[in-house]
Every structure is written in C-alpha cells, then in structure tokens.
C-alpha cells in the first residue's frame, strides 16, 4: 500500500468513525443530520480516491470516479448547510435552491456523460498512479456552485466570528480553519480533472499531487478538538485521563506521519512500504512506552503547544486532585479556602468567584467567601424557593452556565430566572452545594482573566472538586450550629446567673427602702442595712460598667508610653488592695521600653489580673510581676513579656479551660469581692485589641503564672494582629 492509498484510507475511517459518533450523540438534532450527511460525503470521496489510487483496469477506475464525484458533488451545499446551523445564520429558500441544483448534478452523473465523461492516468515516482476524472460541461456548472458556497461560507463566518461571544467565536475559528485546510487542498485535487497536470512556474516541474486526502484527516484532527475544547456541534465530552493520553500519543503520530510524507516525497527510491510503516510502528511503540514509563517525558500540561491543543486540563487535573485529597486527609475550613484561592486564581485564573452559604441564624443566604474579597452580606433576594435552588433541585444538573455564549439553545423558565439572580455578581457559572439532596450553598465562578472560555474539562474538574468541597464546607455550617447552641446555652446559664446574684445584691437595699417606706426604722436597723445596700449598689453598679465595656466596641487611643512606667502605676493602683490582704507587689525587669499602645486599657488589664492574683494569694505571700524582652523574631518591632505570677491555690484543669468565658467565675461567695467572670474576658479583648497574646499557666495548690505578650508597634499593614489567648496546666 502506497502512501496515497494509506491517506485516503485513513481519511475514509476517521471521517468515517467522526460521523457516526456526532450522529449518534442525539438523533434528532438537525445539526448533528446534517453533519452526517456532510461527513459521508467526505468519506465518499477519500474512498473513491482510495480505490482510484489502487485500481488498474480503466472501466473499474470510471467506476469509482462516478462513486467520488458523487461524494464531490453534495459537499459544498452540506457544508453551506452545516455552517449557517453553527452560526445560526438563515438564507431562507435560497438553501433548498441549493439542494436541488446539487441533485440534479447527482442525477447527470449518473444518467449522461455530460458531468464526467470518462478518465486519464496520471503517473508518479516509485510506480504510483492514479486515475482521474475527466471533466464534462455540467461539471463547469458544479465549479461555479462550489466557488459561490465555499467562498460565501468563509465569508459568512468571518464576518459572523466578529460579533459573537469569546466562547462561540472559539468554535468557529476551529471550524473555518479544518474547512479552510480542506478547501484549499481539496481544490488542489480538482487540478488533474481540469487536465492540468502539473503546477504553474516556478513549480511546473512538480505533477499535481493529491494532497486533499491528508487535508481530510487533518480536518478530522482539528473538529475533534474543536469539539473537546469548545464544545463545537453543541456536544458535551468528558475527556478521561487514559483517553487524553491516546490524544497526545495520536497527535504524535499524526506529526510522524506528516514528516515520513515529506521524506518520501524529497527521496522516493530511499522508502518502500516496509520502511515507512515500519518508521510508523516505532514511533507508535516509543510512543506508548514512554508515556507509560516515563510519564514526564510527555510533561503536565506546561508546554504552549499543549496547552492551545488540550487547555491546561493535565495541570488543572492534577492540581484539583491534589486539593481534593488534602481535603480528605486535612479537613481544616481556612487551609482549604485559602487551597482553594490560589486554585481558582493563580492556577485556572479567574477575576473573580463567592461562596454563599445558607445561615443558621436567620434561615437565610449571605456571602461567606469571596476573590476579591467583599463584605458578607445578606442576600435577602436568595431563597430555597426560588428558581436557582428549584433548578439545582428539581433538574439537578452539575452546573448552571450563567452567559449565553455557553447556554445550551431552548433555555427554560427556571434558568432564566436563576441567571437573572444571581446578575449582580456576574458569573461565567454556578455550582450547588450540597448536603445529601439539600442544597446549602452555591459556588460562583467568573471570568478567566485572559478572556478564554472555559473548556470542558475545566468544568469537569470544578464539578468533582465542589462535591467534595460540599463536605469541608457543610462541617463549618455544623460548626456554626454547634457553637450558636452552645452561646445559647451560655446566654441562658449565665442570665439565670445574673438574675440570682442581682437578686441576692438588691434585697437588702429592697429591704432597707421598704423598711422606710412604713416609717423611719430604728437607728440599729439602719446601721445594719445601710452599709451592706450602698456596698451592693456599688457593686451592681460595677458589674454594669464592665458589663458595657466588654459589649461596647472600642477604638484604641494609641501612642508611644513607657511600657514600664504603665505597669508601675497600675501596680500603685493596686497596691491599697494588696495591703488590706496582707500580699506584697514585687517588680522586677526591665525599665526605660517604649510601646504603642492605649495607656488606660493597658492599666485596666493590669488591674484586673493583679486582682486576680491578689484574690487568690494566701495572707504574707507575694505576687512578683515581671517585664521581659523577648528574642527578636521580626526585624520591625520588639516584642515584651509581661508575667504576673502567685502563690496562690492554682485553678483545677476544668476551670483553666474555661476561665476566659464571659461571665464564668469562682468567687461565688460574699457580695464584697464576689466576682462576674468579666475580669479575664475584658483582659483578653484589650490584648486582642492590642495584637498581644495571653497565656494562663496553674497548678493546683502550686499557684497561677499570667503571660502577656505585647508587640512595641503595630505590623507593616498598620493594624495589629488578632491574638489568640492561650491557657495551659504546668
């Protein structure tokens, strides 16, 4: 087998296999018909070229070119036909006008000789020949019907191509090129029927060669990607990892071909078949086994080339696999979001893309997530009724395409109403999220920034990256229910708290003005009760400004003091108190260390854990508080460590995790010093203000060690770090 016959041959299978595959993808659809009988035609004629290449008697080689000419004969108006569909361009009556010139063309070919009036044998080197038609005057008339349509149809999507959205512009420009390729190679074919048998100076020395046969796989090579990459004929494939492989290795071979072809055309006595199939077979094999044993020869989709042929799908394959597998192995919220950023941003690039999820507290959608970021806001208008939740419910498709240049044609009531939704963010697609068969969410996706559509395998991905997401994302939800129940339970416990201890502090001022309220009381009862009254409205009266100074936002009054100075004055402040429990104050470390910082909370939270410690040292202990310079782990501040450590009774290891929760306290007894559990909250809010860290560290019957951590300055975003306070048992 000669490499013309291999040609049209191979062209014959892959039209062939092409054809049936789109019509088999719907039945139906007058595109995929219409292609059908395009890619017959096509197949048509390589297999009358095949046999025109093959064949020695002259009466067979007529034969097979009546055969080709038939296949010749309907492919301008098919392809006219096939391109107004895909561009959705209608030329009304003048198509059929077409048809019917084309099968009274068909019907001449067969009935006279006036479209083809027998054959001539054109010889190549190494014994190739062929034989080709000889042209009649009807076949003149088929010349000037193929000059009209094929030229009308370039122009035709060119122009079209212009005014289209990216996605579908994508599509025709594929297209125009695998009927550009074919046409101009195909018309190369017509040469030796219009008995010019050689090309014109300064090639008059070549004999035509029928090239319109590798033109038809190439056409092939080119709609096949055409429909992987955009989705041409309106076919939606998902390309496997295993079948991308037989893609590249396809495409080398293809490349093989194309370059063995040039050999034998620039020293036909150096190949015969053995060679040249045997060329092919070894490049298949080398092949294969190097993307099987070594895998990164073939690369991870990097290459330019690869990337225009296959759209980044190995990159983006393996980089979405590697975030699914962290989230099954490392189910943690803020890695994964943040894995997920630089996903969708640095890798697939896109502008933009929210995360909105359904609240517990209100039963309502707001945004939890979002590049670039924004505020999470309500978003009143997203209900489970409504038609973006009906659709993702009802018809439960993987996802929603939210431009029209990707919707698919006959849109119904319900997608309509969810694009118009979820307009104000402006996204390319939408994916639900969910739990079981209850939505709870949705993922938008927008543009990419380089403007390219997204591709099929793009959308694959996506789709099996937010069923896992779903999961991570559902755990928050629980985690939020969790923690609303527990604040609830808290909020409960600590108001029938309140209500006793209030209740417990106001009788005897009650008590004191009933007992006036029926006369003056004697002398002895007023000097009982007055004294316990005004000290208990003193106390309530405390508990309501550090009640509204925990609940109040502040704003921090900062500017450079001595850290040092601060301490000493608050332990000054401290210090009557200190005496009356018979505990002395010792300060030790450093002096003459400057920090920015709001002077009069810093002095508040010195008070209250000061009073901590002297609450729980036993009478003629010591409490020692300490200023200490921390190793330099950034090169734009200082850090300082302030310690305050007594000797007291310790804190149990049940109380220690629990000691920074609003209203929890252990002096329960007394009205004088009883506690409200707002002293450690208030201190780890003005840290938290500060960027600082508070550390606890007790053991029973061993005493209690406070650690404060304050930075000197603010960080280079000019803010303070949110702190994290910490407690531990020695």
């Known amino acids: 087998m000669n490499f013309p016959q291999l040609a049209a041959l191979f062209a014959v299978i892959a039209n062939l296999a092409l054809t049936f595959f789109v019509l088999s993808r719907d039945l139906r659809s007058v595109l995929n018909r219409v292609y059908f009988m395009w890619g017959m035609s096509v197949t048509i004629w390589n297999l009358g070229a095949y046999y025109l290449f093959k064949v020695e008697d002259q009466a067979a080689a007529l034969y097979w070119a009546h055969f080709l000419q038939f296949g010749v004969i309907f492919l301008p108006v098919t392809n006219l036909h096939l391109c107004l569909l895909i561009a959705r361009i209608s030329i009304g009556p003048l198509l059929y006008l077409f048809y019917a010139l084309h099968f009274l063309l068909a019907f001449s070919l067969f009935s006279s000789h006036y479209f083809i009036q027998g054959v001539h044998k054109l010889d190549y080197a190494n014994g190739v020949h062929a034989y080709y038609s000889i042209a009649g005057p009807f076949f003149f008339v088929f010349l000037g ?45 017509l040469l030796p029927i219009l008995r010019i048998d ?28 055409s429909v992987l990459q955009h989705k041409l004929l309106d076919i939606h494939l998902v390309m496997s990892r295993f079948a991308a492989q037989v893609v590249r290795v396809s495409f080398m071979m293809l490349l093989g071909f194309v370059l063995l072809f040039l050999l034998t055309r620039a020293a036909p006595e150096r190949f015969n078949n053995f060679s040249f199939f045997g060329a092919l077979g070894v490049l298949l094999v080398t092949a294969i086994v190097a993307s099987i044993l070594f895998p990164r020869f073939f690369g991870r989709g990097e290459e330019a080339l690869e990337r225009r042929i296959l759209g980044d799908r190995f990159e983006y394959h393996d980089t979405v696999q590697a975030l699914i ?10 890695m994964v979001l943040d894995e997920l950023r630089q996903l969708l941003v640095k890798t697939m690039r896109v502008q933009s893309y929210q995360i909105i999820l359904l609240d517990e507290s209100t039963h309502g959608f707001s945004l939890f997530h979002s590049y670039p970021a924004r505020l999470r806001v309500p978003l009143p208008d997203l209900q489970l009724d409504t038609p973006i939740f009906q659709l993702f419910t009802t018809v439960k498709p993987d996802y929603l395409a939210c431009k029209i240049a990707y919707a698919m044609p006959g849109e119904s009531e319900l997608e309509r109403g969810a694009r118009k939704q979820l307009k104000q963010f402006d996204p390319e697609f939408c994916f639900a999220l969910f739990t079981a068969d209850d939505p709870f969410g949705l993922l938008l996706i927008g543009p990419k920034e380089s403007g390219e559509p997204y591709t099929q395998q793009d959308l694959r991905l996506m789709t099996e990256l937010v069923q896992n997401l779903s999961l991570i994302l559902n755990q928050v939800r629980l985690k939020n229910q969790i923690h609303m129940a527990q604040e609830q339970e808290l909020l409960g416990r600590m108001s029938r708290g309140l209500a006793h201890d209030l209740n417990n502090l106001l009788t005897p001022a009650q008590t004191f003005l009933q007992l006036f309220s029926g006369g003056t009381p004697d002398q002895d009862v007023i000097d009982d009760l007055l004294p316990v009254a005004l000290r208990n409205v003193e106390t309530v009266r405390s508990y309501v400004k550090e009640a509204l100074f925990f609940s109040n936002t502040h704003s921090l009054q900062v500017q450079s003091s001595r850290l040092d100075e601060t301490i000493r004055a608050a332990v000054e402040l401290m210090e009557p108190a200190a005496q009356r429990k018979g505990v002395e104050l010792n300060i030790q470390g450093l002096t003459g260390c400057h920090a920015e910082m709001d002077e009069v909370l810093i002095q508040r939270m010195m008070g209250n854990l000061i009073s901590n410690a002297i609450d729980a040292s036993p009478r003629g202990s010591a409490i020692n508080i300490r200023l200490l310079k921390l190793p330099r782990t950034e090169f734009s501040r200082e850090w300082y460590r302030l310690e305050i450590i007594d000797s007291g009774d310790g804190i149990s290891a049940e109380n220690l995790k629990r000691v920074f929760q609003p209203y929890f306290s252990t002096k329960n007894v007394g009205d004088e ?10 201190a780890r809010k003005i840290m938290n203000l500060h960027g600082g860290n508070l550390n606890i560290v007790s053991e029973e019957k061993k005493g209690t060690t406070v650690q404060v951590d304050l930075p000197s300055r603010r960080g280079n975003n000019g803010k303070y770090n949110p702190a994290q306070a910490q407690v531990g048992v020695a």
């Open 198 to 225: 050689r090309y014109p100076f300064p090639f008059n020395e070549h004999k035509v060669y029928p090239f319109g046969n590798v033109a038809a796989v190439f056409y092939v090579f080119i709609i096949a990607y």
């Open 673 to 682: 010093r009883r506690g409200f559990g707002l002293g450690l909250a208030i």
């Open 325 to 334: 597998r962290t989230m099954r192995n490392n189910p943690e919220p803020k």
């Open 145 to 189: 019907l193929y000059a009209i349509s094929t030229s009308s149809t370039m122009l035709m999507l060119y122009y079209k191509q212009r005014t289209l959205p990216q996605l579908h512009r994508a599509r025709l420009r594929s297209l125009m090129l695998a009927l550009g390729i074919l046409i101009v190679f195909g018309t190369n074919d």
